[in-house]
Antibody, heavy 120, light 108 residues
Framework: EVQLLESGGGLVQPGGSLRLSCVAS????????MTWVRQAPGKGLEWVSS????????YYADSVKGRFTISRDNSKNTLYLQMNSLRAEDTAVYFC?????????????WGKGTLVTVSS | EIVMTQSPATLSVSPGERATLSCRAS??????LAWYQQKPGQAPRLLIY???TRATGIPARLSGSGSGTEFTLTISSLQSEDFAVYYC??????????FGQGTKVVIK
């Protein structure tokens, strides 16, 4: 059974940093592109960042480019999102998601999410 | 960036009735469109990709159609588990893979 489990969320002050993790199980992690998608409270879904199965290519939404870094450790079946210079508008539930059929554009399995709150 | 517009924002339907949800793209996305379902407090679930291909385990009462800029998700006979928010997502011009704002299906 495919499982994705996010952690690392919490309350952080504006300008602060946080690192999210997503541990994968039930599939060959190194064969799949992975993605972070976020959802602000009461709002819709927003794609944040993706990276290829090897981690060789990374992609970012303009809203986070230069502040967030996506990475993975295939030996630990873990996806990361390093978030720096956090802003109030980054407050959201952050989901990690697996790419359908190995690609990065459609997401066939999602974790339950971890809440990031940016507030003073 | 392609803008995805879903209508209506809220759809009120009785159990057993048919529901039709619309999604419009600001420019052609060919057939590179997915639909997701999200229930309160849960992660989204992939329903449809390639505009009309059902994902694994998705029942046949859910179907997708369309291409270019106009797309439809149809639920032929609403069951209790279908009351949720539905999002479309284009992935033709990627990144970013833009989502619509969602359609909430509620019990009439």
């Amino acid at each position: 059974e495919v499982q994705l489990l996010e952690s690392g969320g919490g309350l952080v002050q504006p300008g602060g940093s946080l690192r999210l993790s997503c541990v994968a199980s039930g599939f060959t992690f190194s064969s799949y592109a992975m993605t972070w998608v976020r959802q602000a409270p009461g709002k819709g879904l927003e794609w944040v960042s993706s990276l290829t199965n090897s981690g060789g290519y990374t992609y970012y939404a303009d809203s986070v480019k230069g502040r967030f870094t996506i990475s993975r450790d295939n030996s630990k079946n873990t996806l990361y999102l390093q978030m720096n210079s956090l802003r109030a508008e980054d407050t959201a539930v952050y989901f990690c998601a697996r790419g359908l059929e190995g690609g990065a554009r459609v997401f066939d399995y999602w974790g339950k999410g971890t809440l990031v709150t940016v507030s003073s | 960036e392609i803008v995805m517009t879903q209508s209506p924002a809220t759809l009120s339907v009785s159990p057993g009735e048919r529901a039709t949800l619309s999604c419009r793209a600001s420019q052609s996305v060919r057939s590179n469109l997915a639909w997701y379902q999200q229930k309160p407090g849960q992660a989204p679930r992939l329903l449809i990709y390639g505009a009309s291909t059902r994902a694994t385990g998705i029942p046949a009462r859910l179907s997708g159609s369309g291409s270019g800029t106009e797309f439809t998700l149809t639920i032929s006979s609403l069951q209790s588990e279908d009351f949720a928010v539905y999002y479309c997502q284009q992935y033709n011009n990627w990144p970013p893979g833009t989502f619509g704002q969602g359609t909430k299906v509620v019990i009439k």
